[in-house]
């Protein structure tokens, strides 16, 4: 019997490329009911770093170097909750999976493969645990071996541990070019890379050069972990932008990673740590436009059950807006986003601390969803019914926490900092607090719901480049924040005088040889540096990429970044990211057309969804963001067009 072989390469076989290959084999029997009756379907994973993990999850790395969420809030698999086209195959988060494993539930795997340290860490693993990312690693590999072992009949997987070098297209197949002169014919090609490195903007090629030319060293944006930090003395003084997660990994790497250990201090009662320094670490002089952390990650569950979501801003909200178009995000959907928010967590409060609410559910929660966000009434309704002012949702707070916030002198503003993180830390983790949990589950619908509004095109040009950076931005500080034991590190640094913090508004310049910083916080003071980090991912470009794949697109047209056009003609915004079709992901070229047999998922391009893992039960975007590209690139190849027209 002839076989009818069709090929799919995914370029990137991270979580989001082996996501997408469990989303291909579940909809293959309905798709291509035709694969193992006479025909054959070839998926080619492409990726120079170890499949399943990728770049960023890859063993080899640190193993100091922690996950940012806690083992119950991860996995790869759809359930009940996830409405998609595909059907739903469940399969284990991570903690189930460390359960089975540790049990020797899971055929053919044993806990004792994981080495004695990750072995060991599985062993002390809670659903509360922020596992280690080489943990993260080994659950990420046996989900691609897991979903390998179900695939359908008919359908082999082959790993290419290499880079894609290239694609073109001879008329009939698609040819990815892999390093070592290698040329794959497929049928259709998914970009699954993730996070593109890229060359510097003109703003950090001149800073580069300043610095040079001054004698002085300066790391630009890029993975933290993959920085050369061995150019940074100890006892050097260090000038460091940025305070996200980044920032996070750069003082795991310069800290604990030369020698140094954190112990509880008996000084403070044991509940506190201390650090005791190896001898070889810098000190670091920190800021950002917020000056602060992100707020720290809740160390509890809700109390009042999960509220109803979408409630305020689903597509019964969305809908018309899209079809519309012209809309302004925060004059028009802010409100309907801080309302959902906040009743995330009001709904927390009523149901998880009813005595710190003086109205019964029913009636707060009616009067709640007639009132306008901003409007007399609720403010009437907050003020009747909540009496703590501490027990109002404050955005303002949590936007900017250190707004106002200044002192005489860098050390007078130590202990202010401090405090603040202290607070932000105690609210986190204290079960009084759980309104925090609620706004935050509210967030990653209020994300879901907001995404449709800027990938089709509804915002005007000038309201998605001036706010959908400040809606990222405040999603990240409110949502993607560090553990709380990373918070009582840095405090314990921060006490032990190696991180000082600048402030919010910081700035810096090089003032002949030395970089110096300042902020808005300290007007008349300044600290100087011969080094300094941009601790940040490079914002996406794909006309700056290193990807030799991506950047041949680009050169040939055969790719495009989405430019923000305003209605008079005029540019707004580059936003660097590849265009791609928002409802499948099939890519868009200069020209504007939508190429049939090639597409592009993940944060470099102009769809942004949140995650590759995401949290179970929750309808998660990214799990049905998956499903849709999937379909369509099973819809999209010959076999599937000729099985449809003998239908």
Known sequence: ????????????????????????????????????????????????????????????????????????????????????DGPIVTGPSMWDWAQDLREGRLAGESADDLGPELAAELDALTAGTFPSRRLQSAYLGWVLRHVQAELPDGVRVQVHECRATGLSDDGRAQLVHLDGDTTLRVDAVVLASGHLDATPTDAELDLAAQAAAAGLRYLPPEQTTDSDLSV?????????????????????????????????????????????????????????????????????????????????????????????????????????????????????????HPDRVVLDADTFTARYAAADWGSPELAALLDEAVPDPRDHIDFAALDRPLAGVGAGSLEALQPLVRAHIEEDLRQHVDPAHTPHLGAFVAM?????????????????????ARDIGWWQGFFNAVASGPPGFRVRQLLALSRAGFVQFLGPGMWTEVDGDRFRAGSAAVPGESVTATVMVDARLQAPSASRTTDPLLAGLMCSGAASEEVLVDDDGTVVRNTGEIRVRPADGALVDAAGRVHARRFAIGPHTNVRVAGAFTRPGTNAQSLRYNDAVARAVLRSLPVAARASSAA
């Open 1 to 84: 019997m002839t076989v009818d072989r069709a090929a799919i390469a995914i370029v990137g076989a991270g979580p989001r490329g082996a996501g997408l290959l469990e989303r291909i084999a579940a909809s293959v029997p309905e798709l291509l009911p035709q694969v193992g009756f006479g025909a054959a379907l070839d998926v080619h994973l492409i990726d120079p770093y170890p499949a399943g993990a990728g770049r960023i999850w890859r063993h080899a790395q640190s193993p100091l170097l922690a996950m940012n969420s806690m083992a119950a809030d991860v996995t790869m698999f759809t359930d009940e909750s996830v409405r998609c």
């Open 232 to 352: 940074i003395e100890p006892g050097e003084p260090v000038i460091v932008r940025g305070t996200g997660l980044a920032f996070v990994d750069l003082v795991v790497l310069l800290f604990e990673g030369r020698g140094g250990r954190f112990e509880l201090d008996p000084e403070r009662g044991g509940r506190e740590l201390r650090y005791v320094p190896s001898g070889r670490e810098p000190v670091l002089h920190v800021g950002s436009p917020r000056g602060s952390l992100y707020h720290a990650k809740t160390e509890y569950a809700l109390r009042g059950g999960r509220p109803q979501l979408p409630r305020f801003l689903g597509p019964e909200a969305v809908d018309p807006l899209v079809q519309r178009g012209g809309v302004d995000l925060r004059a028009e959907v802010w409100p309907l986003m801080a309302k959902e928010i906040a009743w995330g967590w009001y709904h927390e409060l009523l149901h998880g």
């Open 444 to 464: 990653l619908s209020v994300y879901a719901q907001v995404t449709p509004l800027v990938t089709d095109g509804a915002l005007t040009a000038r309201s998605k």
